[in-house]
């Protein structure tokens, strides 16, 4: 008798327990691999300006992105540090053989921050409202393929099947980014029209829920943004604690990175991104004094390049233009002046050798798709003197180089006056074109001003520009690349391929659009490195390292190559001792 | 009074003593220091010197790493370390002595002297950086020296053109009077309302690309100073008011004298204390402005040097924190404008004086 009291007595006290168990075997939450770490502790992250909107639909800046990011959940993710898709919400998938069509298993008994349960029809409502036109979401682009949208399908509460309307090489990545949005509080919106004005900086944080590591707690406008661990996140650790480790994510607003750097050293903030090779050196010395410690992640994926306008609506509206342009159009004028740019100069002076030289758009960072066997272009000005000399080009006997008409070679060079490695790099530009006898003048210009005359009227000789690629798949470049693609920078509004080169850039980008196979795809995108280090549109430079900092005691931080370089895996961190908490 | 003479009736300079006159010489000095600038400065206002970026000024010495007294001061070849690009270490087994008249770049003084031969230097693979280095290896002493040439020259072109400007509209006001005279005082005052430093921008964001970065600053400049014409203008109004109701201006009157005459021949000279006066104060003004408008890169572009697009280079943390010579051209300006203004004092004086 005392013997089944007791077992009643230990079966009531193990009812909870077990309960709670089952609930938590019912949730299907991913295991991390990363090292288990401490809870508890505050981090502050400083971004250039506070994040506009709260709205993943509507966000189209850098800032809002960072902190949406913490604050919602995608179905595939990239895994930031090894460049590969690895799965989120979505816990499995599979793809039919012709590549059309992908069967996402989602994760069981997930809870948004709000706690209201999610399932398909959550997944059916975000992309409902990626893809309604009316909504203006900048995600559109991304889900029309060949012009066509793909199509969702709920199979059952926690299956979908997506449909792309032909074999899409990239399908798994650009899943990437595109938050689940929570139904029960954004369909009455959705369907009064008024969801893009949803989730501003000035909503009750209570009304944002979102199934990232974090939810909002508190906005300061032009101050802090303060974001809290969200309690239903759906990852634990090896030890079996529920992630994110940290209590709160400070996000404040600092506008320039020289005031970021005194912040960080202050202490103000814990991690620093995009530091410039300059400010790593002057924040080196001092790593150990004031407890921090800088990365150095390698080459990221921007490019910077020296580019001449190869547009053709300049003939009668821009004269002066048009006259110059018949030098630029000959490739061996192209040619012979990236023979002469000295790209370890830059490398040297510009980022203090925290960068690689680069012979196409495609930086050494970029492990899967780089194409190592192109040699980066060698200073040789007596090869640029051949070159210009066979391009029917001469020289005067002060070393002034003029064309076969005997006028002299003279242009500007376009440079956004905030950038001070891409004026430093015009400099050294037109120091190298002097010794070839071309006179190449610099002409900073706030960043607006110059972006329009490339876009717009067209108005210039050649820029200095920079571009970072998206994601290291080849796909983002496609709007570059091929010629009527919408920023196909040198030669804009092209309708049908103005050289053969270009027609054949436009075959291999299509193709490699619908190659499935990963050594074919490469095979295809060799090729378009090779003709653009050949034609040489765009004049390629150098790809700086990606620089950034935190403080020594923060734990699991693994700086990667692409957005959010430091913090894309927020919901790792931890403070490794307590006197590291802040 | 006929201020042509207006260093005589006072006497000569050295009557004001040595204490005031200092400005007038310093002045001379300095200005031909930068039209020479091609001459003393030994390299290029655009020579990189690509191994030697952010180099410390150079260390002259006059004893020897084994402690051997020379009279000629020499210097060591610097080499920066393999690992920190910043350090430079001297190697005593390569002194390099100064050398006066060495051969070197080419440069131009005033559109009419050619030659290569500078006034001290060393010989390669030495390098002599009075004042360091920027970020490409440029030498800052020859800069500073190249930048003068348009930081100076624009403050004074800019005042010549208010000063020009203002002695014509302030003349003719003074002299007509009525609605001649009020219609170019409000014309003044609207001038004297106009932000100048927007205009600038906006000036320099219409200019077309094409035009050289000299062409583009000389606009620059002329718009400076033909924003400034207002205030000299009032001034010389003034004292036109005063000086036609003199007797030797309606003696000359009497006589049959036209008003162009009596402007030119009787009433205008006597502005030019008060117009030599503001020119003295405006042309330091208008230096500043040039070194803003550079240092805010509106100004001359790369590679041509002016004192404020040198300075603009502090702008950035790690310059400001790691190469403190990067700063002196901050001060270059400092005692071009303390002479200036004890020049304007100077003139006030004697105005007061004669008065």
Known sequence: ?582 | MNPKNIFNNSGPLLRWGLQKAWAIWFLLAIHAVVMLAGFIAPYSFETQEREHPYAPPTRLHFVDCSGKFHFRPFVYVTKAAENAPDEYRQDCSQPARIEFFPQGDGYTILRMFSSTRHLFGVQSPASLFLMGTDGFGRDQFSRLLYGGQVSLFAGFVAAAFSAITGLLLGGIAGMYGGRVDDAAMRFAEVFITIPWFYLLIAVRAFLPLQISPVTAFLLVVSVIGIVGWSRPARLVRGVILSARERNFVLAARGFGASNAYLLRRHLMPLTFRVLLTQMAVLIPQFILAEVILSFLGLGIGEPFPSWGNMLAQAQQYHVLVSYWWMLLPGLAPVPVFLAYHSLAETLQERIKSNI
């Not at chain 1, 974090?214 to 996140?233: A, M, S």
């Open chain 1, 1 to 582: 008798m005392r013997f089944r009291r007791s077992l009643f007595w230990c079966a009531a006290a193990l009812l909870p327990l077990l309960a709670c168990t089952q609930a938590i075997a019912q949730e299907d939450l991913l295991h991390t691999t990363s090292e288990p770490g401490i809870r508890g502790g505050k981090l502050v992250i400083a971004q250039r300006s506070e994040p506009r909107t709260f709205n993943p639909v509507v966000a189209v800046d850098q800032n809002s992105y960072g902190v949406n990011a913490r604050l919602q959940a995608d179905l595939i993710h990239i895994n930031r540090a090894t460049q590969k898709t690895e799965p989120a919400l979505a816990k499995s998938w599979t793809v039919s053989k012709d590549g059309t069509q992908f069967t996402l298993k989602l994760r069981h008994g997930l809870r948004f921050s709000d706690g209201q349960p999610f399932d398909a029809d959550d997944v059916l409502f975000s992309f409902k409202v990626y893809l309604d036109e009316q909504v203006h979401s900048s995600q559109r682009d991304l889900l029309i393929i060949s012009g066509k949208p793909f199509k969702v399908e709920k199979l059952d509460a926690y299956t979908v099947r997506f449909t792309f309307p032909l074999p899409y090489a990239p399908a798994e990545r650009v899943f990437d980014g595109l938050a689940i949005l929570p139904r029960h509080l954004l369909e009455k919106d959705y369907q009064e029209g008024k969801i893009g004005q949803d989730w501003t900086l000035n909503t009750p944080p209570a009304q944002i829920a979102g199934l990232g590591a974090f939810r909002l707690k508190q906005v300061i406008p032009g101050d802090r943004i303060v974001l809290e661990r969200n309690p239903y996140y759906w990852k634990i650790d090896g030890k079996g604690q529920r992630l994110p480790y940290l209590d709160e994510l400070t996000f404040i607003a600092v506008p320039t990175q020289d005031a970021q750097v005194i912040r960080f050293q202050a202490g103000d903030s814990q991690i620093i991104s995009g530091l410039s090779a300059d400010n790593y050196a002057t924040l080196e010395t001092e790593q150990k004094a004031r407890h921090f410690k800088l990365y150095d992640a390698g080459p990221g994926l921007e490019y910077n390049f020296l580019m001449f306008n190869l547009n053709s609506d300049t003939e009668g509206r821009l004269p002066e233009v048009a006259r110059k342009q018949k030098w630029f159009r000959d490739v061996r004028f192209r040619q012979a002046v990236s023979a002469a740019i000295d790209r370890a100069s830059i490398v040297r002076l510009v980022y203090r050798n925290r960068a690689a030289a680069l012979a196409t758009h495609v930086s050494p960072g970029n492990k899967a798709w780089f194409n190592s066997s192109i040699p980066v272009p060698v200073r040789s000005v007596s090869h640029a003197r051949e070159l210009l000399k066979a391009a029917g080009f001469s020289w005067r006997s002060d070393n002034t180089l003029v064309d076969s008409t005997g006028q002299p070679v003279e242009f500007t060079i376009l440079v956004s006056s905030s950038n001070a490695q891409r004026g430093q790099m015009a400099t050294l530009i037109q120091d190298d074109l002097k010794a070839i006898g071309m006179a190449a003048h610099v002409v900073p210009l706030e960043v607006r001003s110059a972006n329009d005359r490339v876009l717009n009227s067209h108005d210039y000789d050649a820029i200095v520009m920079g571009l970072v690629s998206g994601d290291a798949d080849p796909t983002p470049d496609m709007n570059i690349l091929i010629s009527n693609g919408q920023t196909h920078l040198w030669h804009m509004g092209e309708k049908t391929p103005a050289t053969p080169w270009e027609a054949e850039l436009d075959q291999l980008m299509q193709k490699q659009l619908v190659t499935l196979n990963y050594q074919q795809r490469k095979k295809i995108y060799d090729r378009v490195q090779e003709i653009l280090a050949q034609e040489l549109p765009m004049v390629y430079l150098a790809s700086p390292n990606i620089l950034v900092g935190a403080n020594e005691n923060l734990g699991n931080f693994h700086p990667a190559i692409i957005e959010q370089y430091t913090f894309w895996n927020a919901d790792e961190l931890f403070w490794h001792t307590p006197t590291g908490k802040q």
